[in-house]
């Protein structure tokens, strides 16, 4: 098997990479945290919130290019090719996302920053702007082999400094890192952003990803997509694994499900609501009167 080898790593095949969990850093919630989403999302459904309602999602994005005395100084036409990518894969669905603003920082520390890292916390409270109504959107030569990682909507009330995805730069449209350099670990991680889990996550049982319409997937997918594949043979149909959400090439990331758009929709409308565009003063009512109900820094209500 062909060796993978992403920044200043080598993997001795694709498998041992993806086996390594190195595709993407972000960190799974812990089942506390989980159950407090399942409560919001309970208590903003009994307030009468609809997912069918937010039909018009606008997100800005400030893209914070880190490098290295050049490397990784990524243009505009580059960053503009990556928000293509998120345009063709989340237009579909209403949720449109537009360049707000571009800084550029020289800095070797932050360009090789880790999860968790000084080295983030610093450039995030440096760098990092209109959480509550914006993407941040880090690039970076992050260490590891790593793909990306992102925080999630329901940590925004508690830690808005860390909100926001951080890319591997080589990962954006036309960069070195094949064959996940067409942009699409962007897609995943704003997937999680915007509250999705992977499409494995909890194997084969439930409540699994949390999405009713992905089957159950007992372990990441890589290389191309697979038909076939159906590791947990129970349940009601093949693995998902044109998914965004999945460990697939992104050149066979095609799709979110209905499911996994209105857990969007609704964690937009509970965590994110300034997102919501114009002329959605039901959608935004039905949040409003649920985050009411909502003690979002602890959870209580
Ligand atoms: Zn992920």
Redesign the pocket.
């Known amino acids: 098997m062909a060796k993978l080898v992403l920044g200043d790593r080598e993997f001795d095949s694709q498998e041992a990479f993806i086996r390594g969990g190195r ?4 960190p799974q919630l812990n089942d506390f945290q989980k159950e407090r989403v399942r409560a919001h999302l309970r208590t903003a459904r009994a307030s009468g919130m609809e997912a069918a309602a937010v039909t018009q999602v606008e997100i800005p994005v400030h893209f914070h290019v880190l490098h290295d005395a050049g490397t990784g100084d990524l243009s505009d036409q580059e960053l503009d090719a990556q928000l293509n990518v998120l345009n063709d894969s989340f237009k579909p669905h209403d949720i449109v996302f537009h360049r707000a603003s571009v800084d550029r920082t020289d800095h070797s520390v932050w360009f090789r920053m880790t999860m968790g890292s000084a080295a983030e916390r610093k450039a995030k409270t440096e760098l990092g702007t209109e959480q509550h109504r914006a993407l941040n959107f880090y690039t970076a030569g992050i260490g590891a082999g790593l793909l ?3 925080t999630f909507p329901s940590d925004l009330p508690g830690d808005p400094v860390s909100d926001g995805v951080v890319i591997l730069y080589t990962s954006l449209p036309g960069g070195s890192s094949a064959p996940y350099n067409l942009g699409l670990t962007a897609v ?2 704003v ?2 952003w915007l509250g999705l ?2 499409t494995f996550e909890g194997g084969c049982f439930p409540p699994g990803d949390e999405v009713a319409d992905t089957p159950f997937e007992a372990s990441p997918n890589f290389g191309p997509p697979d038909p076939a594949r159906d590791t947990c043979p129970n349940d009601d149909g093949v693995d998902p694994t044109t998914n965004y ?1 999945d ?1 697939t090439d992104d050149a066979g990331m095609t799709e979110f499900s209905p499911g996994q758009v209105s857990r969007m929709k609704e964690q937009i409308a509970i965590y994110r609501p300034d997102l919501l565009g114009t002329g959605l003063a039901q959608a935004a009512e039905a949040a409003g009167s649920a985050r009411a109900a909502i003690d979002l820094e602890t959870g209580d209500f």
Do not use: I, K, L, V
């Open positions: 595709r993407c850093g972000t990306g990682w992102a995943h991680e997937g999680h889990y992977h959400m460990y």
